[in-house]
């Protein structure tokens, strides 16, 4: 079937639901948070998963959720089983840490993500990986993973950590693309 006679079977009203090409969904956006190892102080866990960025810079125990050490592991359950492709995450600027996935076939938590040390001179939180802009996704250099649920952990530091924001994205469906290409086909032939 052309893609000319596509766009005319498929109901204008559906292509009202198609994502826009390149369009993602932050999957951790408003998940519940909880702690499965350590302890942790400052701001309440579900404030890493409510889509805000602190602005880069501000102090690492201001607002945000931090502890002492490497033990504290924190977990975000998506909700569902999805397929992930990139992150974000915004956290203390002088430490490392890592993102983990749970690999469902044998329920491990593998490395998704080594999220590196910004810089070595302590100017509080910042976005990784571009500190100048929070919408720009890290895409995992394994390709995407199908999982349910995401660790964040610390690696390496001052042995004092912080995280404000993890955000994890949705493959998009091949099924969104082909519908917003069928209606902007239709667009098109309607112009005419």
């Known amino acids: 079937m052309s893609l000319r006679l596509l766009a005319c079977a ?11 090409a390149g369009a993602q969904t932050n999957l951790a956006l408003n998940r519940p948070v909880s702690l499965v190892a350590g302890s ?4 309440p ?26 033990e504290p592991t924190l977990e975000i ?13 915004q956290v203390d600027d002088n430490d490392s840490y ?8 044998s329920g491990l938590f593998l490395t998704l993500w080594d999220i590196p040390n910004f810089d070595n001179f302590g100017n509080g939180m910042q ?3 571009n500190a100048g802009d929070d919408t720009v996704r890290f895409f995992f250099p394994g390709g995407p993973v199908t999982t349910d649920t995401i660790r964040i952990a610390a ?7 912080s995280a404000s924001e993890i955000q994890v994205f949705a493959v998009p469906a091949p099924g969104s693309v082909v519908l917003m290409a069928a209606g902007m086909l239709l667009a098109i032939r309607r112009r005419r």
């Open 98 to 105: 890592v993102l983990l996935y749970r690999d469902i076939d």
């Open 77 to 89: 359950a998506l909700g569902g089983t999805f397929q992930i492709d990139s992150a974000i995450a």
């Open 155 to 161: 690696v390496s530091g001052d042995t004092s950590y």
């Open 45 to 70: 866990l579900g404030s890493l998963t409510d889509g805000v960025f602190l602005p880069q810079g501000q102090q690492w125990q201001t607002d945000t959720v931090w502890w002492s050490g490497l």
């Open 40 to 43: 942790v102080n400052g701001a």
């Open 127 to 129: 976005t990784r990986p």
């Open 10 to 20: 498929i109901p204008a009203s559906l292509m009202l639901f198609a994502a826009p």
